[in-house]
Structure formats: structure tokens, C-alpha cells
């Protein structure tokens, strides 16, 4: 039975569990359940914190999990990222008192605050920079306002939080993260590992597209497929309309409203567009 590593908490947690139950795992919570059972699908849910579930899968006896990217680089541990999900984005950065830095190589010899001391030393050797990490846990924002650091590190996605407390952002990101899936380092893929990435990656896939069917004169068809070059290629069929034929494509969510205007324009008719739940490509 695959075993299955899942946050049991908070917006990835939500985005985690919706993703798994269109993917066709019965995988929702009705209370604090922390294991639940799939028997149709031969799959055991685990729900843990998502700063623990590395530590579970690439130390542990679980195969693979859902967790952030960042949180998996700051456990160390020997697993390996399979499948970035498309939610849960964040952005790791630097910063420091205003007008104290310029770039981050000013960061050796400091005393650098943060709740994610494997991600930042990871970083800190990368760049050669020889620096003492204070661990905490939970916001840092006041680290260095209370004396016990001169910059901070930590997860951003605004910045509005840290400049009120008188830091600016330093240098590029460390890292961009988001919610991946994961498995223990070296693992053998069983059927029942594919057939779940299988699955979510055809979530994933359906989440970016929509259906589109549309008719359109065999005169301006070569048109309609440059704007509509779907997937693969479209699907054509013959109408009882003389010289009219229908379409169907796929066609990326964020282009939905200029492809239709687009195939408007070149006289295209009847077009439809329709949600899809999940497919395979």
C-alpha cells in the first residue's frame, strides 16, 4: 500500500487535499483524522506538519509527500523534489536595517535571524559567507529591533511586514518555493507511485486549460489552428454545413478571452468553452 505524506494544516494543506481529491483519491478529512485509508485506491494518507513530512519521507517510512520546496531544503534530508504543483508560491530573501548593506556578501560576520537555519546555511556556504545563525521560531521580523540579530531571513511575499519594522530586502532571492511532491532519495518507483504523479499531473495540466469547440469556413481553417494549435494538434470534424468544419482544442485559461476574440475576428462561430476536471496527455 503507498503511503502518502500530506500537511495537515493551514492554505497548503487546503490546496493539497483539494488537488488529491480531484486527482480521484478520497483523501477529505471529516475531523483531526491524522491517517486516513484509501482502500479503492490502496493508498494510506498521512497528515503531519508540513515542516516535518521531509523528515518523514526521506528518514522515515513514508515513500513520498507534499510539502514546500524551502521546506524541504532547510530539513537536509536525502529526498529528492518529483513535481512542483503550481501553489503555495513564496519567496525566501535577506534583509537588513535600512541603509546598513548593499549586497549580501556584507552578511559575513553577522548574526543572521531565522526559523529556516538549514535553508540559509545551505545558502550561506554556496556564497562562501561565514556568518552565525540565530534559530527561531515563527516571525523574525523583531529580531533585530530586540538585539539578537543584524539581519533576518525569511519568507516573503510582499514585503510590507519587514519595512515596517525599519528592514529592507538584500540582494535576489534565495530561493523561490512552492508546494512539490516528494520521495525518499534513491526510491524505486512502484506502479502505484506513477499512477499518483500520473494523476496529479493531470489535475495540474486541466487546471491550465479549457475545451474549446468552435465552427468555422474551411476557407480560414488554416487560421483558426494557428490560433488554436491545442495540445497536440485540434480536432476536426466535418459539418452538414457545406464548407464548414468544427473544432476542438485545448487552449491555455490564460489566453481563453484574445483566443476568442482572435477567432471571431476570422469569422469562426458557435464557440463554446467548457471546464476539464482532469485529463491525460
Known amino acids: ?43 494510506e494518507f498521512f497528515f503531519l506538519r ?22 524541504l531544503i532547510d530539513s537536509g534530508v536525502a529526498a529528492d523534489e518529483l513535481l512542483p504543483l503550481g501553489f503555495g508560491f513564496s519567496t525566501f530573501r535577506y534583509a537588513v536595517p535600512e541603509g546598513t548593506l548593499n549586497d549580501t556578501g556584507g552578511l559575513a560576520g553577522m548574526r543572521i535571524a531565522t526559523s529556516f537555519p538549514g535553508l540559509v546555511a545551505a545558502d550561506l556556504a554556496a556564497r562562501g559567507i561565514d556568518a552565525h545563525i540565530v534559530k527561531l521560531d515563527g516571525a523574525v521580523e523583531t529580531a533585530v529591533r530586540l538585539g539578537v540579530a543584524d539581519a533576518v531571513a525569511d519568507v516573503v511575499e510582499t514585503g510590507r511586514t519587514l519595512r515596517a519594522h525599519g528592514l529592507v530586502l538584500l540582494g535576489d532571492p534565495v530561493l523561490r518555493s512552492e508546494a512539490v511532491v516528494i520521495a525518499k532519495k534513491g526510491l524505486d518507483p512502484a506502479p502505484a507511485h506513477e499512477r499518483l504523479l500520473r494523476r496529479i499531473q493531470g489535475v495540474l495540466v486541466a487546471r491550465r486549460y479549457v475545451m474549446m469547440d468552435y465552427d468555422v469556413p474551411n476557407t480560414v481553417l488554416q487560421k483558426a489552428c494557428e490560433i488554436t494549435p491545442g495540445y497536440e494538434s485540434p480536432t476536426i470534424s466535418p459539418l452538414q454545413r457545406e464548407d464548414w468544419v468544427a473544432v476542438r482544442t485545448m487552449v491555455l485559461h490564460t489566453e481563453l478571452n484574445r483566443v476568442m476574440d482572435d477567432l471571431w475576428e476570422i469569422g469562426a462561430r458557435g464557440i463554446i468553452v467548457s471546464s476539464i476536471q482532469a485529463c491525460r496527455l
Open 1 to 43: 500500500m503507498l503511503r502518502l505524506a500530506v500537511p495537515n494544516k493551514g492554505a497548503l494543506a487546503t490546496a493539497s487535499g483539494q488537488l488529491l481529491v480531484d486527482a480521484g483519491y478520497q483523501a477529505h478529512r471529516e475531523s483531526a483524522e491524522l491517517v486516513i485509508t484509501d482502500t479503492e485506491n490502496d493508498i
Open 50 to 71: 508540513p515542516r516535518d513530512i521531509a523528515v518523514y519521507v526521506g528518514a522515515g517510512r513514508l515513500d513520498i509527500g507534499i510539502t514546500g520546496r524551502d521546506l
